[in-house]
Protein backbone atom coordinates (compact mmCIF):
# COMPACT_ATOMS: atom_id res chain seq x y z
CA UNK A 1 0.00 0.00 0.00
CA UNK A 2 1.21 2.93 -1.25
CA UNK A 3 1.23 6.65 0.90
CA UNK A 4 0.66 10.09 -1.12
CA UNK A 5 1.37 13.18 -0.64
CA UNK A 6 -0.64 15.92 -2.50
CA UNK A 7 0.20 19.84 -2.32
CA UNK A 8 -2.76 21.94 -2.79
CA UNK A 9 -6.63 20.94 -1.77
CA UNK A 10 -8.20 22.73 -4.48
CA UNK A 11 -10.66 21.20 -7.09
CA UNK A 12 -7.72 19.33 -9.27
CA UNK A 13 -5.92 17.93 -6.03
CA UNK A 14 -9.34 16.82 -4.75
CA UNK A 15 -9.83 15.04 -7.69
CA UNK A 16 -6.15 13.64 -7.77
CA UNK A 17 -7.12 12.38 -4.20
CA UNK A 18 -10.47 10.82 -4.96
CA UNK A 19 -9.01 8.71 -7.95
CA UNK A 20 -6.09 7.72 -5.88
CA UNK A 21 -8.34 6.60 -3.15
CA UNK A 22 -9.80 4.42 -5.59
CA UNK A 23 -7.49 3.38 -8.32
CA UNK A 24 -3.88 4.16 -6.33
CA UNK A 25 -3.18 1.06 -3.77
CA UNK A 26 -3.35 4.04 -1.07
CA UNK A 27 -2.92 3.47 2.39
CA UNK A 28 -2.77 6.95 3.16
CA UNK A 29 -3.63 10.50 1.34
CA UNK A 30 -2.37 13.62 2.79
CA UNK A 31 -4.03 17.05 1.47
CA UNK A 32 -1.91 19.88 2.37
CA UNK A 33 -2.82 22.98 1.81
CA UNK A 34 -2.20 26.22 3.52
CA UNK A 35 -5.97 26.61 4.40
CA UNK A 36 -6.52 24.13 6.74
CA UNK A 37 -10.44 24.24 6.48
CA UNK A 38 -9.85 23.38 2.73
CA UNK A 39 -7.87 20.31 3.06
CA UNK A 40 -10.20 19.13 5.88
CA UNK A 41 -13.62 19.79 3.12
CA UNK A 42 -11.63 18.33 0.69
CA UNK A 43 -10.57 14.83 2.53
CA UNK A 44 -13.90 14.62 4.00
CA UNK A 45 -15.17 14.63 0.36
CA UNK A 46 -13.07 12.42 -0.65
CA UNK A 47 -13.67 9.67 2.13
CA UNK A 48 -17.61 10.48 1.99
CA UNK A 49 -17.11 9.81 -2.49
CA UNK A 50 -14.38 7.07 -1.76
CA UNK A 51 -16.48 4.82 0.90
CA UNK A 52 -13.52 4.46 3.51
CA UNK A 53 -10.97 7.00 5.74
CA UNK A 54 -8.19 7.13 2.85
CA UNK A 55 -7.49 10.93 2.96
CA UNK A 56 -6.16 13.45 5.66
CA UNK A 57 -5.63 17.01 6.11
CA UNK A 58 -2.51 19.08 6.84
CA UNK A 59 -2.00 22.79 6.84
CA UNK A 60 1.56 23.35 5.16
CA UNK A 61 3.43 26.11 3.54
CA UNK A 62 4.70 25.21 0.23
CA UNK A 63 6.83 28.18 0.33
CA UNK A 64 8.28 26.50 3.57
CA UNK A 65 10.96 24.17 2.86
CA UNK A 66 11.01 22.44 6.15
CA UNK A 67 7.98 22.43 6.47
CA UNK A 68 7.82 20.40 3.03
CA UNK A 69 10.79 18.30 3.87
CA UNK A 70 8.85 17.21 6.79
CA UNK A 71 5.33 16.41 5.25
CA UNK A 72 7.67 14.44 2.25
CA UNK A 73 9.37 12.60 5.23
CA UNK A 74 8.00 8.70 4.57
CA UNK A 75 6.14 9.34 1.74
CA UNK A 76 6.40 7.01 -1.44
CA UNK A 77 4.83 9.90 -4.12
CA UNK A 78 3.78 13.48 -3.80
CA UNK A 79 1.79 15.02 -6.13
CA UNK A 80 1.89 18.95 -7.14
CA UNK A 81 -1.80 20.64 -7.85
CA UNK A 82 -0.53 24.08 -6.63
CA UNK A 83 0.32 26.80 -9.19
CA UNK A 84 3.32 26.42 -11.16
CA UNK A 85 5.93 28.62 -9.85
CA UNK A 86 6.03 26.11 -6.83
CA UNK A 87 7.06 23.04 -8.80
CA UNK A 88 10.95 23.38 -9.26
CA UNK A 89 11.74 23.52 -5.15
CA UNK A 90 8.78 21.13 -4.81
CA UNK A 91 10.72 19.01 -6.83
CA UNK A 92 13.73 19.21 -5.49
CA UNK A 93 12.76 18.83 -2.08
CA UNK A 94 11.19 15.66 -3.29
CA UNK A 95 14.55 14.50 -4.36
CA UNK A 96 16.40 14.97 -1.96
CA UNK A 97 13.40 13.23 0.37
CA UNK A 98 13.79 9.99 -2.10
CA UNK A 99 10.01 10.59 -2.73
CA UNK A 100 8.75 10.24 -6.76
CA UNK A 101 7.09 13.33 -7.82
CA UNK A 102 4.63 14.82 -10.62
CA UNK A 103 2.91 18.27 -10.87
CA UNK A 104 0.08 20.02 -13.15
CA UNK A 105 2.71 21.89 -14.90
CA UNK A 106 1.86 25.09 -16.63
CA UNK A 107 5.49 26.83 -17.61
CA UNK A 108 7.54 24.98 -20.03
CA UNK A 109 10.64 26.97 -19.27
CA UNK A 110 9.73 25.32 -15.27
CA UNK A 111 9.01 21.93 -16.63
CA UNK A 112 12.75 22.39 -18.88
CA UNK A 113 14.28 23.19 -15.43
CA UNK A 114 12.84 20.03 -13.83
CA UNK A 115 13.97 17.65 -16.54
CA UNK A 116 17.89 19.36 -16.06
CA UNK A 117 17.27 17.76 -12.34
CA UNK A 118 17.32 14.20 -14.36
CA UNK A 119 20.73 12.89 -13.05
CA UNK A 120 20.04 13.87 -9.36
CA UNK A 121 16.42 12.40 -9.51
CA UNK A 122 18.30 8.67 -10.94
CA UNK A 123 21.17 9.09 -8.47
CA UNK A 124 17.85 9.27 -5.58
CA UNK A 125 16.51 6.36 -7.29
CA UNK A 126 13.31 8.57 -7.91
CA UNK A 127 10.93 9.27 -10.67
CA UNK A 128 9.27 13.15 -11.52
CA UNK A 129 7.10 13.91 -14.12
CA UNK A 130 6.21 17.36 -14.40
CA UNK A 131 3.22 18.66 -16.70
CA UNK A 132 0.47 16.21 -16.24
CA UNK A 133 -3.33 16.83 -16.21
CA UNK A 134 -5.31 17.50 -19.40
CA UNK A 135 -3.14 19.66 -21.47
CA UNK A 136 -0.45 19.33 -22.18
CA UNK A 137 -0.44 15.85 -20.51
CA UNK A 138 -3.62 14.05 -21.57
CA UNK A 139 -2.88 15.42 -24.80
CA UNK A 140 0.52 14.30 -25.02
CA UNK A 141 -0.23 10.90 -24.17
CA UNK A 142 -2.81 10.27 -26.24
CA UNK A 143 -0.71 11.92 -29.41
CA UNK A 144 2.06 9.35 -28.50
CA UNK A 145 -0.65 6.69 -28.52
CA UNK A 146 -1.99 7.98 -32.17
CA UNK A 147 1.41 7.82 -33.05
CA UNK A 148 1.82 4.53 -31.83
CA UNK A 149 -1.24 3.50 -34.39
CA UNK A 150 1.26 4.30 -37.39
CA UNK A 151 4.03 2.54 -38.65
CA UNK A 152 5.77 5.92 -39.58
CA UNK A 153 3.99 9.06 -38.02
CA UNK A 154 4.96 12.18 -39.63
CA UNK A 155 2.79 14.80 -38.19
CA UNK A 156 0.34 16.01 -35.13
CA UNK A 157 -2.10 18.12 -34.67
CA UNK A 158 -3.70 18.00 -31.27
CA UNK A 159 -6.82 20.20 -30.58
CA UNK A 160 -8.14 20.73 -27.03
CA UNK A 161 -11.08 22.73 -24.79
CA UNK A 162 -12.64 22.56 -21.65
CA UNK A 163 -16.05 24.39 -22.24
CA UNK A 164 -19.69 25.17 -20.94
CA UNK A 165 -21.95 21.93 -21.89
CA UNK A 166 -24.73 25.19 -22.29
CA UNK A 167 -22.60 28.19 -23.12
CA UNK A 168 -24.15 31.67 -22.16
CA UNK A 169 -23.32 34.71 -24.14
CA UNK A 170 -21.71 36.85 -24.25
CA UNK A 171 -18.58 35.15 -22.69
CA UNK A 172 -19.99 31.29 -23.46
CA UNK A 173 -16.83 30.31 -21.22
CA UNK A 174 -16.52 28.78 -18.18
CA UNK A 175 -13.29 28.92 -15.99
CA UNK A 176 -12.93 25.59 -14.46
CA UNK A 177 -9.85 26.06 -13.44
CA UNK A 178 -7.23 28.18 -12.24
CA UNK A 179 -8.02 31.83 -13.33
CA UNK A 180 -3.93 33.01 -13.29
CA UNK A 181 -3.27 30.05 -14.96
CA UNK A 182 -5.95 30.56 -17.84
CA UNK A 183 -4.76 34.54 -18.63
CA UNK A 184 -1.34 33.00 -18.60
CA UNK A 185 -2.38 30.64 -21.57
CA UNK A 186 -3.52 34.30 -23.56
CA UNK A 187 -0.10 35.66 -23.31
CA UNK A 188 3.01 35.13 -25.27
CA UNK A 189 2.79 31.74 -27.52
CA UNK A 190 3.39 28.65 -27.98
CA UNK A 191 6.60 26.67 -29.10
CA UNK A 192 6.02 24.12 -31.85
CA UNK A 193 7.65 21.69 -34.05
CA UNK A 194 7.33 22.81 -37.61
CA UNK A 195 9.05 21.49 -41.32
CA UNK A 196 11.18 19.92 -38.48
CA UNK A 197 12.09 23.31 -37.12
CA UNK A 198 11.43 24.63 -33.39
CA UNK A 199 8.66 27.61 -34.37
CA UNK A 200 7.65 30.15 -31.55
CA UNK A 201 3.56 31.40 -32.79
CA UNK A 202 1.71 34.28 -30.94
CA UNK A 203 -0.82 33.65 -28.98
CA UNK A 204 -4.09 34.51 -31.25
CA UNK A 205 -3.18 33.28 -34.69
CA UNK A 206 -4.00 30.54 -37.45
CA UNK A 207 -7.77 30.32 -36.76
CA UNK A 208 -9.56 27.30 -37.96
CA UNK A 209 -12.81 26.03 -37.62
CA UNK A 210 -13.47 21.92 -36.43
CA UNK A 211 -16.35 20.17 -35.85
CA UNK A 212 -16.86 17.85 -32.43
CA UNK A 213 -20.15 15.73 -32.76
CA UNK A 214 -22.14 16.00 -29.59
CA UNK A 215 -20.34 19.44 -29.18
CA UNK A 216 -20.89 21.45 -32.18
CA UNK A 217 -18.69 23.74 -34.78
CA UNK A 218 -15.55 25.45 -32.76
CA UNK A 219 -13.04 27.78 -33.24
CA UNK A 220 -9.58 26.53 -33.22
CA UNK A 221 -6.49 28.97 -32.62
CA UNK A 222 -2.70 28.73 -30.96
CA UNK A 223 -2.58 29.97 -27.33
CA UNK A 224 0.58 29.21 -25.26
CA UNK A 225 1.54 26.13 -23.58
CA UNK A 226 0.00 23.09 -25.01
CA UNK A 227 2.46 20.96 -25.99
CA UNK A 228 5.28 21.64 -23.49
CA UNK A 229 8.49 19.77 -24.51
CA UNK A 230 6.91 17.61 -27.35
CA UNK A 231 8.61 19.54 -29.81
CA UNK A 232 12.36 19.49 -28.35
CA UNK A 233 11.60 15.93 -27.62
CA UNK A 234 10.28 14.73 -31.49
CA UNK A 235 12.56 17.20 -33.48
CA UNK A 236 14.60 15.04 -36.00
CA UNK A 237 11.34 12.21 -35.98
CA UNK A 238 8.48 14.10 -36.96
CA UNK A 239 8.13 17.18 -39.03
CA UNK A 240 5.20 18.99 -36.98
CA UNK A 241 3.96 18.72 -33.66
CA UNK A 242 1.07 21.53 -32.83
CA UNK A 243 -1.59 22.25 -30.48
CA UNK A 244 -4.96 24.32 -31.11
CA UNK A 245 -7.02 25.59 -28.45
CA UNK A 246 -10.84 25.13 -29.10
CA UNK A 247 -13.72 27.47 -28.16
CA UNK A 248 -16.70 28.51 -29.20
CA UNK A 249 -17.55 30.54 -32.22
CA UNK A 250 -17.07 34.33 -31.56
CA UNK A 251 -14.14 33.60 -28.98
CA UNK A 252 -12.00 34.14 -30.79
CA UNK A 253 -12.45 37.97 -31.51
CA UNK A 254 -13.32 39.01 -28.10
CA UNK A 255 -10.26 37.34 -26.72
CA UNK A 256 -8.11 38.98 -29.52
CA UNK A 257 -9.49 42.02 -28.79
CA UNK A 258 -8.54 41.96 -24.94
CA UNK A 259 -4.90 41.02 -26.32
CA UNK A 260 -4.87 43.57 -28.24
CA UNK A 261 -5.63 46.07 -25.49
CA UNK A 262 -2.98 44.96 -23.19
CA UNK A 263 -4.95 43.40 -21.08
CA UNK A 264 -3.46 40.36 -20.16
CA UNK A 265 0.03 41.35 -19.69
CA UNK A 266 1.64 41.09 -16.41
CA UNK A 267 3.73 44.27 -16.27
CA UNK A 268 2.62 46.98 -13.95
CA UNK A 269 0.79 50.22 -16.08
CA UNK A 270 -0.18 53.86 -14.22
CA UNK A 271 -3.86 54.99 -13.83
CA UNK A 272 -3.67 57.92 -12.40
CA UNK A 273 -2.00 57.80 -9.08
CA UNK A 274 -2.51 54.04 -9.47
CA UNK A 275 -0.01 51.53 -10.62
CA UNK A 276 -2.22 48.25 -11.39
CA UNK A 277 -1.20 45.19 -13.46
CA UNK A 278 -3.48 45.03 -16.62
CA UNK A 279 -4.10 41.04 -16.08
CA UNK A 280 -5.23 41.68 -13.02
CA UNK A 281 -7.90 44.33 -13.71
CA UNK A 282 -8.80 41.64 -16.37
CA UNK A 283 -9.14 38.88 -13.44
CA UNK A 284 -10.94 40.90 -10.92
CA UNK A 285 -13.26 41.82 -14.24
CA UNK A 286 -13.77 38.56 -16.03
CA UNK A 287 -13.49 35.51 -13.23
CA UNK A 288 -16.91 36.28 -11.25
CA UNK A 289 -18.38 36.68 -15.17
CA UNK A 290 -17.31 33.10 -15.73
CA UNK A 291 -17.75 31.02 -12.41
CA UNK A 292 -21.05 29.11 -11.66
CA UNK A 293 -21.02 27.50 -8.23
CA UNK A 294 -22.20 24.35 -10.38
CA UNK A 295 -19.97 23.96 -13.87
CA UNK A 296 -21.62 21.42 -16.45
CA UNK A 297 -18.10 21.44 -19.12
CA UNK A 298 -17.56 18.89 -21.42
CA UNK A 299 -13.54 18.38 -21.90
CA UNK A 300 -12.17 17.27 -25.02
CA UNK A 301 -8.89 15.94 -26.86
CA UNK A 302 -8.53 15.37 -30.56
CA UNK A 303 -5.39 14.47 -31.96
CA UNK A 304 -4.94 14.05 -35.87
CA UNK A 305 -1.80 11.39 -36.71
CA UNK A 306 -0.27 11.75 -40.27
CA UNK A 307 2.17 9.13 -41.69
CA UNK A 308 2.51 5.72 -43.50
CA UNK A 309 0.78 2.42 -42.68
CA UNK A 310 1.87 -0.18 -44.72
CA UNK A 311 3.70 1.93 -47.13
CA UNK A 312 0.71 4.50 -47.85
CA UNK A 313 -0.65 7.91 -46.79
CA UNK A 314 -2.56 6.95 -43.60
CA UNK A 315 -4.53 9.22 -40.43
CA UNK A 316 -4.40 8.10 -37.09
CA UNK A 317 -7.38 9.99 -35.46
CA UNK A 318 -7.70 9.81 -31.70
CA UNK A 319 -11.10 11.35 -29.89
CA UNK A 320 -11.71 12.03 -26.09
CA UNK A 321 -14.81 14.01 -24.97
CA UNK A 322 -15.67 13.45 -21.30
CA UNK A 323 -18.42 15.37 -19.52
CA UNK A 324 -19.55 16.65 -16.06
CA UNK A 325 -20.25 13.62 -14.13
CA UNK A 326 -23.58 14.14 -11.60
CA UNK A 327 -22.69 10.85 -9.26
CA UNK A 328 -19.54 12.81 -7.88
CA UNK A 329 -20.10 16.26 -8.63
CA UNK A 330 -16.45 16.53 -10.23
CA UNK A 331 -16.62 18.69 -14.06
CA UNK A 332 -14.97 17.38 -17.05
CA UNK A 333 -11.84 19.79 -16.21
CA UNK A 334 -11.21 17.96 -12.69
CA UNK A 335 -11.53 14.77 -14.33
CA UNK A 336 -9.12 15.21 -16.91
CA UNK A 337 -6.78 17.12 -15.15
CA UNK A 338 -7.18 15.81 -12.03
CA UNK A 339 -7.29 11.92 -12.59
CA UNK A 340 -4.27 12.25 -15.41
CA UNK A 341 -2.05 13.25 -12.52
CA UNK A 342 -3.53 10.33 -10.59
CA UNK A 343 -2.67 7.90 -13.04
CA UNK A 344 0.84 9.15 -13.30
CA UNK A 345 0.98 9.13 -9.88
CA UNK A 346 0.04 5.60 -8.87
CA UNK A 347 1.95 4.37 -12.16
CA UNK A 348 4.79 5.80 -9.98
CA UNK A 349 3.67 4.69 -7.50
CA UNK A 350 4.05 0.40 -8.55
CA UNK A 351 7.44 1.49 -10.66
CA UNK A 352 5.94 1.68 -14.05
CA UNK A 353 8.17 4.72 -14.60
CA UNK A 354 11.74 4.44 -14.44
CA UNK A 355 14.03 6.48 -12.23
CA UNK A 356 14.79 10.15 -13.29
CA UNK A 357 13.19 13.54 -14.96
CA UNK A 358 12.08 12.81 -18.31
CA UNK A 359 9.95 14.95 -20.36
CA UNK A 360 6.23 13.22 -19.83
CA UNK A 361 5.43 12.12 -23.46
CA UNK A 362 8.54 9.44 -23.27
CA UNK A 363 8.24 8.84 -19.67
CA UNK A 364 4.62 7.40 -19.25
CA UNK A 365 3.96 4.32 -21.51
CA UNK A 366 1.03 5.66 -23.70
CA UNK A 367 -0.57 2.27 -24.07
CA UNK A 368 -1.03 1.48 -20.48
CA UNK A 369 -1.99 5.05 -19.91
CA UNK A 370 -4.89 4.78 -22.26
CA UNK A 371 -5.92 1.31 -20.42
CA UNK A 372 -5.84 2.94 -17.27
CA UNK A 373 -7.93 5.95 -18.46
CA UNK A 374 -10.94 3.83 -20.33
CA UNK A 375 -10.78 1.87 -17.09
CA UNK A 376 -12.11 4.79 -15.30
CA UNK A 377 -14.66 5.48 -17.63
CA UNK A 378 -13.34 8.00 -20.09
CA UNK A 379 -14.48 7.54 -23.58
CA UNK A 380 -11.33 7.54 -25.95
CA UNK A 381 -12.15 6.33 -29.57
CA UNK A 382 -9.59 5.62 -32.33
CA UNK A 383 -9.17 5.08 -35.69
CA UNK A 384 -7.02 5.11 -38.77
CA UNK A 385 -7.92 6.15 -41.97
CA UNK A 386 -6.16 5.39 -45.48
Not at 15 to 23: E, G, K, N, P
Not at 28 to 53: F, K, S
Not at 339 to 350: P, Q
Amino acid sequence: MVSYLIFGAGRQGTAAAYDLARFGDAAAITLADADLATATAAAERVNRLAGRPAANAVQLDVGDGRAVAAALAGRHVALSAVPYYFNLSLTRAAIAAGVSFCDLGGNTEIVRQQHGLDAEARAAGVAVVADCGMGPGMGNNLAVYAMGLLDQPQQVMIYDAGLPQAPEPPWNYLATFNIEGLINEYYGGMTVLRGGEIVHLPCFSELETIHVPGVGHLEAFVLAGGVSTAPWTFQGQLQSYELKVCRYPGTFAQLKAFSDLGLFDPEPVSVGQVSIRPRDLFRALYEPQVRRPVMRDVCLIRVRATGLQNGRPAVAQVDLVDRYDEATGFTAMERTTGWHAAIVAAMLARGEIAPGAAPLETAVPAAPFVQQARGRGFDIRERVEL
